[in-house]
């Protein structure tokens, strides 16, 4: 899934995929890369991540994203390759975990 939807800055509800079923995906490297018009992760909290490894750049430029809550719950315990996930999303003001 690496840069399935890069560069895609009109998208700005991600309700469409969030019955994807991501279970054996481990590269997800610039998924969301340039997704200005994102504003929330929560359609795709209850994704899988168990097997992923790389999230490079997943959700950098997301200038609109604000909460990280819906993804902070995910098992990223196999992750290997993390930079710049959430570079130049300054709107992101909550880090705290769903509960």
Do not use: R, T
């Amino acid at each position: 899934m690496d840069s399935i939807f890069s560069g895609c800055i009109s998208i700005s509800s991600l309700e469409s995929i969030s019955n994807w079923n991501v279970n054996n995906v481990n590269d997800m490297k610039l998924m969301f890369n340039n997704g200005s018009s994102i504003v929330s992760l929560k359609p795709i909290s209850k994704w899988n991540a168990n097997n992923l490894k790389y999230i490079n750049s997943m959700f950098s430029n997301c200038f609109s994203l604000s909460s990280l809550k819906p993804v902070l719950n995910w098992n990223i315990k196999e992750i290997n390759q993390n930079k710049n996930i959430y570079e130049n999303c300054f709107q992101i003001v909550d880090i705290s975990k769903e509960q």
